[in-house]
Nanobody
Framework: QVQLVESGGDLVQAGGSLRLSCAASGIIFRIDAMGWYRQAPGKQRELVATITSSGRTNYADSVKGRFTISRDGAKNTVYLQMNSLKPEDTAAYYC????????????????WGQGTQVTVSS
């Protein structure tokens, strides 16, 4: 069974930093794109950042220059380094990955983590 497990969410003051981690577990053949999304109360889930298997990154305009996404292929893990946090960054952050595994018959399937809460106080 393939799972994504996030960690690193916390309560932090504005201007502070946090590092989120998301590890994929299970019998995995390959992971293509990985990414982070967030959802604030009463709002739709939105893209924060994505990274391809070759390392190409994409960021939402609202986090460019403050957040950095990276991945460790050997550990099947994606990270989100968040600096200069603002109250408007407060949300549940979700990890997403496109994974091929024995469970999917080696076909790509979209997986989501359970979410980790980031709260930024002013």
């Amino acid at each position: 069974q393939v799972q994504l497990v996030e960690s690193g969410g916390d309560l932090v003051q504005a201007g502070g930093s946090l590092r989120l981690s998301c590890a994929a577990s299970g019998i995995i053949f390959r992971i293509d794109a990985m990414g982070w999304y967030r959802q604030a109360p009463g709002k739709q889930r939105e893209l924060v950042a994505t990274i391809t298997s070759s390392g190409r990154t994409n960021y939402a305009d609202s986090v460019k220059g403050r957040f950095t996404i990276s991945r460790d292929g050997a550990k099947n893990t994606v990270y989100l380094q968040m600096n200069s946090l603002k109250p408007e960054d407060t949300a549940a952050y979700y990890c997403n990955a496109d994974i091929m595994s024995i469970a999917t018959g080696y076909r790509p399937k979209d997986y989501w983590g359970q979410g980790t809460q980031v709260t930024v106080s002013s």
